[in-house]
Structures are given as C-alpha cells and as structure tokens.
C-alpha cells in the first residue's frame, strides 16, 4: 500500500522545513512548493491526497489556490493554514475551497498530526465507500443481466413445452382415432396410458398392474419384455375376441422411457404376420 501524499504549499521557506520537519517521522510522502502556482505544477503531474496551504501568499493567495487545486484534484483533503483571525476569510475559503479545516499559526503539533490522520483516515473510509458502491453498482447490472438470460431461457423453454404439450395432444388425438388397441405401461407394470379402442376391451384399467387388467397370458408377457428388454409378440384373446399382442419399449431421451403393448384385432389382419412397431 503506497503512503499517503502530502503538498505543503507557503511562500515561507521557515514554514515549509517546520512542516516537514513535523511529518519527517510519519509515513508521509511529501511535496512542497513555495507558491500557489508552483503547487498547481506539483498537482499537475502528481497524485495528491491531502494538501496544506497558507492563506496569504503573494501573487495566488490560499482561497484562489484551493480553488484551482479542487478542479485539478478534487478527491484530495484541504487544508488551510493562516496567523490572521478573519473570521471572513475563514467562511470565504471554507465556501470557495471546500476547506476540510482552517487551522491557525502557530500550530500544535500534535493537534495538526492528528487532524492529518483523522482526515487521510475519513478520505480512506470514503475512499473504500465509493469503490463498494461501484462494486455493488457492477454486482447489480450482473444480476440484471442475468435476470435477462433466465428470462429469456424461461421464455425458451416455456415456448418448448408448450410445443411438447401441443405435439403430445395431437398424438394422444391420433391415439384415439386409431382403430387398434394401444396401452402405456411402465417398467414396474403400472397402466398410465390407453387409447379408446383399448378402453373397450380393458375398462378401468388405468393405474393398475399388468396382472390385474390383462389376461395372465399377456401379463406373463408384458413382464417377460420388461425383464428381457427384448419385444414380445403373441397371439391372446380379451372378452372372447382374438388379438395378436406386439409388446415393445418406447425411446425417450431421458431414462423415465416405458412399454407399448398394442393389440391388434384378429379380424383386421386375418393371417398376415404382425410386424412389430418400430420403438
């Protein structure tokens, strides 16, 4: 951490070797400069944090300099120095110069040494405040900005169900329309799904086991292709009518994929061999 930086500024050679004198033992790195013009050099081509300046000086008094010193580097602490009591010029230079503090010669040592580390340490808070409010002023649009990218990603896969949802309402349609049996099962043996046509030959079947609303021929069978993973093709009779069963597993993209037992009526291929659906 570098020190702070002081610019002593008095047209008084004795004052200027009193001073650093006084800051000789401080961690201080210090400028010094006979006249207000010559400090505005020093600021010019130097960072400051704190500046003490005299209140009357030749050619730039302190309140003209100060002034200067404010627009050039306004972040520094201000500090006047003057042996005259003029309680004008004391408001004056606090008004124009945004003075930190007028102190009076001569001076207590101690009493200026304080008032130095009071205000590098109230520039240092300040300082430290300015540059969380920045962090905090970054951390927010960071937020924004990812509050923009959920939405838009919530919007996306909104949009992406809402097409899944409308894919598989027309496919639950066509289901329905079908005029063979179709029946959803999962790998422990649980109905979830049956279009019209099977509801005719398995009513209330939806939510039960294989074993309790399939002959036990067929369940023997859906249990078969559940343990070899492998499609199941038999010849079953429901309520008296006849059916070629084709038993297969359904692909999905995540592991949740189940079981496809379609019936197809006797009467609608006669003799031809069922080909088994593609899962």
């Known amino acids: 951490m570098n020190p702070p930086r002081l610019l002593l500024v008095d047209d008084e050679p004795n004052i200027l070797k009193a001073l650093q004198r006084l800051f ?9 400069a006979g006249s207000g013009e010559e400090g505005l050099e020093v600021l010019a081509g130097n960072e400051v944090d704190l500046i003490i300046a005299d209140y009357r000086m030749p050619g730039m008094n302190g309140i003209d300099f100060f002034r ?21 010029a004391l408001a004056e230079a606090i008004n124009e110069g945004n003075i930190y503090k007028f102190i009076f010669k001569p001076w207590n040592d101690e009493d200026l040494k304080n008032t130095l580390r009071l205000a590098l340490e109230q520039m240092r808070l300040l300082s430290e405040n300015q540059q969380l409010a920045r962090e905090l002023q ?4 960071q937020l924004e900005d990812f509050n923009r990218q959920l939405e838009q990603k919530v919007e996306e896969r909104t949009l992406e169900l809402q097409f899944r949802n409308k894919v598989l309402s027309i496919s639950q349609e066509i289901l329905e329309l079908v005029p063979i049996g179709i029946v959803g099962f999962g790998d422990k043996g649980d109905l979830v799904l049956m279009n019209l046509q099977a509801s005719r030959y398995l009513p209330a079947a939806i939510g039960r086991r294989v074993e309790e609303a399939l002959p036990s021929d067929l369940a023997q069978c859906c249990r078969e292709a559940i343990a070899r993973k492998a499609i199941i093709r038999r010849e079953t009779a429901i309520g008296g009518e006849r059916f070629m069963a084709v038993i297969s597993r359904l692909k999905a993209e ?6 496809m037992l379609v019936l197809h009526p006797a009467s609608l291929i006669g003799t031809r061999e069922v080909p088994p659906p593609q899962p």
Request: proline letters at 2%.
């Open 24 to 32: 000789f033992d401080e961690e201080y790195e210090v400028y010094c």
């Open 68 to 88: 200067r010193a404010r627009q050039a580097r306004p972040e520094a602490v201000r500090i006047i120095l003057s042996g005259y009591a003029d309680v004008k």
């Open 138 to 141: 970054q951390k927010n649009r």
């Open 254 to 259: 995540d592991s949740a994929a189940g079981w």
